[in-house]
């Protein structure tokens, strides 16, 4: 088994009280219920409150890692006769999996995995004895992967077969396993250094600070933090709006608009304003952003961002200036398939049939962008998915409709097993 799972081994993961798995376990069981898997996090946090900084980190990276890696955790329970669906309470089930993370994603041994799961805790009810639960974990079980490399690819790195397909269709010859197992890591905090400072300014003052950082070459102001640590949020820098927690594919995407000061944009998906912030850098106070979105919530979030930030020339009509934008941003709504890393129960939550309702939408707002904009108005078609039937169908579709537009460039594809970020699609058409 050992050979098979050396990938896992490596793993970094910190020792969890007892308190800690049992919070894990709580919110895993709770996501297995069909719970969101970040409030399932938040809340079991909120029930273990008095639990310490290194325990709360273990119990989200738990959390996730549960999620990350259940086809796996599934075979290796069937391997033992013990599959999921024999496991008749979905507490046992919670329990297992959790184990068998320990034991075969972490490497940790089965005495200290039971340390964690032994009776009385963690949830119950619950039907496997610890002696049986022992037993199962000492067990050196091979898990006879497929030898077929898709299928292989998609249970080592536990994704439905269907989604390791689609990825595998667009995905660079021979790096789909690369590209899977990037979907499947700790994402990375990558931060956007603001124009009221530039990067080279910032860096040594930054890494003087004691806040680890490296520039990242594929974004001019991009900066990775590289330390596990959240301290960055409580420097001076962080707190006077100097740095903008960004996703470097995100600013990749957001790059693409290739704005300059003084134009209008519209950013008409502008959600939390992430991207909005991004484009009213770039155009300055002399420019304008028109920030839009069908969520009056999020809009709302990108409002009091942007207030915050007295970026006074990024506002939010009703009904957005298309006809006087240079650039509109579409940062569509999609599966979020580029971006797993953050949310790993998508995984196991989209269908083909949600992305087709996706490719329906998101044609549908390029439908609504197209007529209203100006000639030599740019749109920029973006997303975080890698699937095709979101990204180069979606402009391809578009383009048949439209022959009044076209693609200026090759569109922008971002590996996420290439760089510090997730997973992203952007095309530039222009309209003629
Ligand atoms: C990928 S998110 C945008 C993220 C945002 N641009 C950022 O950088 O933080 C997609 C957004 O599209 C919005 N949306 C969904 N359907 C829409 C529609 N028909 N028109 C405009 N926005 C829509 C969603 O509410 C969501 O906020």
């Avoid at 409030?39 to 890692?65: M, P, Q, T, Y």
């Avoid at 033992?80 to 919670?94: I, N, T, V, W």
Wanted: aromatic share 6%; hydrophobic share 40%.
């Amino acid at each position: 088994m050992a050979e098979e799972l050396t990938f896992g081994a490596s793993t970094v993961v910190g020792r969890a009280s007892r308190a800690g798995a049992t919070a894990a376990i709580e919110a895993h069981l709770a996501v297995l219920k069909g719970k969101p898997l970040r409030a399932a996090i938040s809340e079991a946090l909120a029930r273990h409150h008095k639990l310490g900084g290194n325990d709360r980190r273990f119990v989200a990276f738990a959390v996730r890692e549960l999620s990350r890696h259940q086809r796996l955790l599934d075979l290796a329970a069937k391997a033992r006769g013990r599959a999921p669906s024999s496991l008749h309470l979905p507490e046992d089930q919670a329990i297992f999996r959790y184990a068998l993370w320990r034991r075969v994603v972490t490497g940790a041994s089965a005495e200290r995995t039971m340390i964690e799961v032994a009776l009385p805790g963690p949830v119950r009810p619950r039907s496997l004895p610890d002696a049986v639960l022992t037993e199962e974990l000492s067990k050196e079980v091979p898990l006879g992967l497929p030898d077929d490399p898709l299928e292989r690819a998609a249970t080592l790195h536990s994704f439905p077969t269907w989604l390791a397909t689609a990825i595998a269709e667009v995905a660079p010859p021979g790096e789909l396993a690369d590209v899977l197992a990037a979907l499947n890591r700790e994402p990375f905090l990558t931060l956007k250094v603001r124009p009221n400072g530039t990067r080279d300014e910032l860096l040594p003052l930054l890494t003087a600070g004691g806040f680890p950082v490296k520039a990242c070459d594929e974004s001019p102001d991009a900066l990775q933090v590289t330390d596990e640590g959240r301290a960055i949020f409580e420097s001076r820098w962080m707190k006077e709006g100097r740095l903008l927690v960004m996703d470097l594919g995100s600013q990749l995407l957001a790059g693409l608009c290739r704005v300059t000061p003084g134009q209008t944009v519209v950013d008409f998906c502008a959600g939390a304003g992430g991207k909005s912030i991004f484009l009213a850098d770039a155009v300055g106070p002399s420019g304008r952003v028109y920030a839009h979105d069908t969520s009056a919530k999020r809009l709302a979030e990108a409002r009091s961002r942007c207030a915050e930030l007295k970026l006074r020339h990024v506002s939010f009509p009703k009904e957005p200036r298309l006809d006087l934008a240079d650039v509109v941003l579409v940062d569509a709504p999609c599966s979020g398939s580029g971006t797993l890393a953050r949310e790993p129960d998508q995984k196991w939550k989209l269908t083909k049939q949600k992305i087709a309702e996706l490719q329906t939408t998101q044609l549908g707002i390029l439908e609504q962008v197209v007529g209203p904009l100006k000639r030599g108005g740019v749109i920029v078609y973006g997303t975080c998915s890698v699937l095709k039937d979101e990204d180069e169908a979606v402009v391809e579709r578009f383009l048949a409709k439209h022959p009044e537009c076209t693609l200026d460039g090759p569109p922008l594809r971002v590996w996420p097993h290439r760089i510090a970020g997730g997973g992203f699609f952007g095309a530039r058409l222009v309209k003629r």
